[in-house]
Structure formats: C-alpha cells, structure tokens
C-alpha cells in the first residue's frame, strides 16, 4: 500500500514554552442540565452528602481539569450571587434571562467552590457587567477572598465558610462585545466599566488574576478593533484577555470542518499581535496572556434549543445544549488542543467549554441514569494526560490539500510536548487526510536512549461514529504503529486519526 510521507525533526532545544496546566481546563456555567442533573443529583444512588454525584466526580478525576470556569457564560450577565449563598430553603426562583429558563439557586457559590476543590481543581469565578457593575464585583470579592471582620466576608463566616476562598483568577464579564448579551456593550463603554472594575479589584485584592473579555469568535464585526480599543482601557490592570470560538460542521463538508482549526491558529495569532499593539502604544513592559476559556465543537443541538427557548421557556434546568458528539468531532477537538499547545508561549488558560451535559465530554441520562463518556473525552483526557511539561517547534514536511473554504490545508498536524523530570516525550498528532494513511519519519536523535513506550489511537471507519450510555464505538486502543532505530522514529498514521505516541528512557 502506498503511504502519504511526512517527516519530521524534534529537537529539546527547539522549546515553545512551558505549558501551563490551566489550558485543561473546563467550564460550568448554569445552563440546561450542567448543574441540575449533571453534576448535582441529590436522589442519584452515587450522590455524596453534599447532593453531586460521585461517578460525575470520577470521571472529572481522569479529565484532571485544574481549573473550572463559573458560574457563565451568558449566565453571568444576569447573576446575582448574593442570591446563590445562604440557607438553600431561603434563595429566590429566578427568571434566568439569557436561556429563558427557571434558576432555582439550589446550587450557588459556596456549594460549587466546595465541589471543585473536591475534584482537584480551582475556581475561575466570572463577574456580572451586563446588568451590575464596579460595587457588586467588589462585594463578592470581598465574601469570596477577605479573611473577615467586614459586612460581606462576615456574611460568608455566617454562612458557614470561615476560611476565605481565595479565588485567584477572575473574568471581567463575558462576551460584552455580543449583542445577544444582557446589557451588551461598546468598546469604549466595556473598557472603561472594566478599567474602574479592575482597579477597584485590585485594591481589594491585589493577588488576583483579570481576564478582560476578547472577541467572542473571529468572525464578530468588531474583531480585532475590540481588543485594541479595550484593552486600551484594561492593560495596566488585567493579566489575560479571552477568547471564545466555535465550530460545527453544518454543510457536511468533513475535510473542510477539520481545516477549522487552521481558523483557529489565525485568531490566536491576531490577537497575540493586537495584544502586542496595545503593549507597544503603551509603552508597557508586560505581554498580555491569553485566557481562551471557551472553545469547542456545538452545532448539533442548535434546532433543538431554538425550539426549547422560542416554544417552552421557563423550565427549570431544561435539556440544552446537549451536543451528542461524533468521531470527527474528536478530531476537530484533538486538533484544537495541538493549535493550543502550539500557543503554549501566550495562551496560559483555556476552558474547554463546557464540562457536563451542555456541549460536554461527560453526559448523564436524565433522571438518575448513568455518566458516560462522549467521543470528545479521549483527546481531552490524553492531552491533559501527557500534554504538561514543555512544548516543543515541531519543524514538519507534510502534503497539503484545500477544501472549500481553506488552502494549503496540512495533512498531517503534530506537537511534542518533553516532561523532563519525567524523561517522556509525547507527539500529538492527527492525520486529518479522509483517503490516505501517512508514514511520518520523526528525528529523535536529541532523545538518545529513548523508545517507544506506547501508540494510542483513536479511529473509525464511521466519521459520524457516536458513543452512549452503554456503547463506546470511540474508544483509544493500543497499536504498535510505531518504532525508533537509529533515532528515526517511523510512525503509520491511519486516515482520520488521533495518535498520541509516548517515549521514554
């Protein structure tokens, strides 16, 4: 059979950076059944004392996500946290404005910063400017980090919580650049809020973390302007600004669907530059990180939401957003987090948006049935698994193709990441070529003494291949596609795959 050849040289020297473990990180926003009946199920035989169900809490365990996003998303702009503590039988039912549903504040601050500690990770805790402002951020910076002995850090030792949560990494909003945003905003008008909010911020708390709101995909109108003209505003006092993207395979155009990532890597670049912009026409020292706390495929369920919110609003944690996911979509998923790692010098967060049932990796059957893994979950997890230490240039020959709406599309996308302490290398790579398997040459010759300790993959036959409750037709297995002699390592990459192949001393 006759191979596609990509060759490749890995070099310890050629270093991106170190990766930082935030960018496994995910997202619950209170939204469809991510709270209520995803990681909250009181009458679920798993549930803990606490009402969250322990086999949601495992396999978040093996996702090891060190940083969760909260409470939204388009959630926040609406929120009043001070309606989220206290007694649970003495919170209010609210009208939940941005997904026309019902909040029942059964789950609220406190409970949730209690559960992700639970789960390993950390709170990133996003602040209200669509509808509230500078003295509602700092009240619930005040409950959540100061020690006590003041109106609001009192209230939370009254409610049970001594010890300050010490939240460290805190979003300014979210998507305000949006007009589907409750209390959507203009450039000028968001820098500003965000500049006095940020400042006030710090006086409370100087050790905190501020992610100004970016654009919310590459395709808004207002991208890159947004960024130049807010951060303007923002940069003496924020660390990060976001970024938010999409994808879906609408047209069922598959080549073309997994080009998107190439989109991907253009929005990174653009807003690195405009970040580098700002920084120069301040004449300022540090560079602006990028926290890309939402990104994911969603489409699937887009008809399905429409009719919930347009024909039956005012549910109480109503089925949205629930994206069953296929085998082209891990792909795509797999190919994101190669474009993150690539980033690894500016992008220091990302939130795989989201976490549990809404566009999720783990979803659960309604009404107290199982947790299962969707297709998404093992890209995610071997990435989050394998993907810490330092990312490495990948220097790559690979053939190109188009597709409808992209160029010079590689055939083959690749990134090693080398844990030192470890002695491990790892290469991520997708061959997004539908037709031809690849022999990729890899030169290791920097790794002496290294061997392969493992080939995973994931494939189908089936691009539209899904999993379920009780059916994992997308499952990684072991292969024994690759080998090293003489520090060339030779590597068969079926068509339509995710590898991941491990070397060790």
Partial sequence: MAYSKVKMVIDKEFCIAEIDERIYG???????????DGIYAPEHPTADEN???????????????????????????????????????????????AWKSIEENKVGLNEFTKWTRDVGSHVMMAVNLGTRGIADACNLLEYCNH????????????????????????????????????????????????????RAMKIIDPSIELVSCGSSSLTMPTFPDWEAVTLEHTYDYVDYVSMHQYYGNQKNDSADFLACSDDMDQFIRTVTATCDFVKAKKRGKKDIKISFDEWNVWYHSNAADNDITENHPWQAAPPMLEDI????????????????????????????????????????????????????FYPFMHASKYGRGTALLPVISTPKFDTATHEDVTAVEAVPVYHEEK???????VNRSLTE?????????????YRVLEHIVLESDDLKAENGPFSQKVAPKQTSQ????????????????????????
Avoid at 26 to 36: C, N, P, Q, T
Avoid at 53 to 81: C, H, M, Q
Avoid at 352 to 374: D, H, R, S, Y
Avoid at 423 to 429: C, M, P, Q, R, S
């Fill in 26 to 36: 995910s997202f619950i926003e209170h939204l469809g059944r991510a709270v209520y």
């Fill in 51 to 97: 009402g969250f169900r322990a086999d949601v809490k495992d396999l978040i365990r093996e996702l090891n996500v060190p940083i969760i996003r909260y409470p939204g998303g388009n959630f926040v702009s609406g929120f009043y946290w001070e309606d989220s503590v206290g007694p649970v039988s003495e919170r209010p039912r609210r009208l939940e404005l």
């Fill in 147 to 198: 020690p006590g002995n003041t109106k609001y850090s009192d209230l939370r030792i009254r409610h049970g919580y001594k010890e300050p949560h010490n939240i460290k990494t805190w979003c300014l909003g979210n998507e305000m650049d949006g007009p589907w945003q409750l209390g959507h905003k203009t450039m000028e008008e968001y820098g500003r809020l965000a500049e006095e909010t940020a």
């Fill in 325 to 376: 996911y296929n085998f082209e979509d891990a792909l795509l998923v797999g190919l994101m987090l190669i474009t993150i790692l690539k980033h690894a010098d500016r992008v220091k967060i990302a939130c795989l948006a989201q976490l549990v049932n809404v566009i999720a990796p783990i979803m659960t059957e309604a009404g107290g049935g199982a947790a299962w893994k969707q297709t998404i």
């Fill in 423 to 429: 002695n491990e290398l790892t290469v991520f790579a």
């Fill in 437 to 449: 398997d690849v022999e990729m040459t890899v030169d290791v010759r920097s790794f002496e003494g």
């Fill in 482 to 505: 690759s080998a090293i002699d003489g520090g060339i390592m030779t590597s068969t990459l079926h068509k339509a795959s995710w590898n991941v192949i491990r070397l060790g001393k």
